[in-house]
């Protein structure tokens, strides 16, 4: 009888290592997060959400501005806040980036259609100390935290070029430090990078090799805030441990970097780049990157994956097409090999107005030949793009689709979910595009040129989910599987994680079916993502009805 049960007791434990092992070799491995398929929500911090309104006004900022160019009371809290809620994991977002959170110039500029504030975080006054109106240190790293503890990497706006404009509050740097002129003509390389970017942007000498001391005007700040110093000593062990020459460019990259080691940035969002000479970015790459590996040895138990430190240039007018070239006129600069892993894509917007497969037919052959192993970052809108995709909000569904599904990674510009205005009465230039998200308006499920918001803001979210679990979206290789009904696949294969997937679009309500032999295995359960309707695959074929016009297949 002992025997029987020992005997027994062993066939038991055989099959339980059977069904252990069973079902570790058929569950799925994580998704592994890929730069080429990141979704990249991008915010202007000072009009997303407002969190705390205690920080509103802070250096006696309180002059009546022009409409839309003033301080309006969004900050990190309130950022935070919608992270918190699951506001940017239902959209399917895998990375964030709001604009520049230094301190900025304390007074405002008459553009000729009034004042105008630094409300937009692009108007430097040191690189060193946060902006107030956005918040505290300690609420930036609550913000970073929370958005790392939802999967969601941090990309931090960078400027080197300029500094804020030079207003009654804010005196100019020293002349080693800036010039003022001549302002940029566009001409060439010179006329584009040696000069000021537009009348009163003093533009940092970042081609200079000259020692130069600290400007007087940060000097005389740091004294007043009793933490001179401070900096000045910890600036001393940096060009002792690091050799660099004291030129304006390494004090701003030291100031840049510093963020990476107290906060964990994942990566630079580069402002302005071709008006700085493409060297001074390699070198701020390989300092990012040195303290990237700094912060993750400091932080072990922090870190997110073993991706490199990450930078994404905009080259203003860049376009895929240009592949790995920017061409001045004169001279031909290839800023991926400058420390830049991606660019901006000015060309998205153009394609956007084809049909799918020629969109997305061109961008997986350069970015799977040329542009191998790098990306571009697309969009539709941007905060300071006057002609984007849409202007007029009447295809948002279109611009979702397009958008979310191209080969590339993806930029939402915050309210293209919920059909922000784009066209604001009284505004001019630039500021039309940059009003307060219509949080009420998607409360309210106001309809937009026939759409209703939640309708829509339920589109992004299923077409942006479906990116962020399937690297084959963005990173992926596409081919059409037919042409009408319209269906096509994307295959993704690094060294440890295969993914594949099988898009239909403008399809008919009803009855669907589709090839999928050699794609999918026989027998294989796929889900529909967007239906949310489960399939099996059927002699090479799935079939299932939905009342939905697109489809997401995958496992």
Not at 90 to 102: E, H, V
Not at 482 to 487: G, R, V
Not at 518 to 529: M, R, Y
């Amino acid at each position: 009888m002992k025997n029987l049960l020992l005997l027994s007791f062993t066939l038991l434990l055989a099959l339980q290592s059977c069904n252990n092992q069973t079902t570790t070799s058929t569950e799925k491995p994580n998704v592994p997060f890929v730069w080429e398929n990141a979704n990249v929500y991008f915010l202007l911090t000072d009009r997303f959400n407002n969190g705390d309104k205690s920080n509103d006004v802070n250096f006696n900022r309180v002059e009546i501005s022009a409409p839309l160019r003033g301080f309006m009371g969004g900050d990190f809290k309130g950022i935070t806040q919608k992270i918190n809620e699951g506001y940017f994991s239902k959209l399917g977002i895998t990375a964030l980036w709001f604009s520049p959170i230094f301190e900025q110039v304390h007074g405002s500029v008459d553009e000729g259609t009034g004042l105008t504030f630094a409300f937009h975080g692009y108007w430097t006054k040191d690189w060193t100390a946060i902006e107030p109106n956005f918040g505290t240190e300690q609420e930036f790293a609550a913000l970073v935290d929370a958005a790392h503890a939802n999967g969601i990497r941090i990309l931090m706006d960078v400027i080197i070029n300029h500094t804020g404009p030079v207003t009654p509050q804010d005196p100019v740097w020293d002349d080693a430090w800036v010039r003022t002129s001549p302002q940029c003509k566009y001409q060439d390389y010179e006329s584009t990078v040696t000069c000021t970017l537009v009348e009163n942007l003093p533009d940092v000498k970042t081609e200079s090799d000259e020692h130069v001391d600290l400007p007087k005007p940060l000097m005389e700040k740091w004294a007043e805030e009793g933490r001179l110093e401070q900096e000045v000593n910890e600036l001393e062990a940096y060009f002792a441990s690091t050799g660099y020459a004291r030129a304006p460019r390494f004090y701003i990259i030291k100031w840049l970097t510093d963020f990476i080691r107290k906060y964990g940035i994942d990566g630079f969002r580069l402002d302005t780049v071709k008006h700085t000479e493409e060297t001074v970015w390699a070198d701020l790459w390989k300092e990012a990157t040195k303290a990237f590996n700094e912060w993750k040895a400091a932080n072990p138990d922090k870190v997110m994956d073993d991706n490199e430190f990450f930078m994404v240039g905009e080259v203003y007018g860049y376009g895929i097409s240009g592949v790995r070239m920017y061409d001045f006129g004169d001279r031909k600069v290839d800023y991926f090999s400058n420390g830049m892993k991606s660019l901006i894509n000015f060309e998205f917007k153009s394609d956007a107005h084809n049909d799918y497969e020629t969109i997305f037919s061109k961008y997986s052959q350069l970015l799977n030949d040329s542009l191998k192993g790098l990306s571009v970052m697309n969009y539709i809108s941007s905060h300071d793009d006057g002609q984007p995709y849409d202007q007029k909000r009447m295809n948002t569904l279109e611009s979702a689709t397009k958008l979310l599904l191209c080969p590339g990674a993806s930029q939402v510009y915050y309210g293209d979910e919920s059909a922000r205005s784009l066209m604001i009465d009284g505004t001019s230039g630039d500021a039309t595009l940059r009003s307060f998200m219509n949080w009420e308006e998607i409360l309210e499920n106001k309809q937009v040129n026939g759409v209703a918001l939640q309708d829509l803001l339920s589109h992004w979210q299923k077409l942006g989910q479906f990116r962020s679990e399937h690297p084959a979206v963005g990173a992926g290789v596409h081919a059409m599987i037919q042409e009408k009904p319209y269906y096509f696949k994307r295959t993704y294969s690094s060294s440890n994680y295969d993914d594949r997937v099988v898009v239909g679009l403008d399809l008919d309500k009803g009855m669907k079916q589709v090839d999928v032999e050699g794609i999918f295995e026989e027998g294989e359960l796929l889900t529909d993502f967007y239906s949310g309707k489960t399939v099996k695959v059927q002699n090479g074929k799935v079939q299932f009805d939905s009342d939905k016009t697109i489809v997401l297949l995958a496992q």
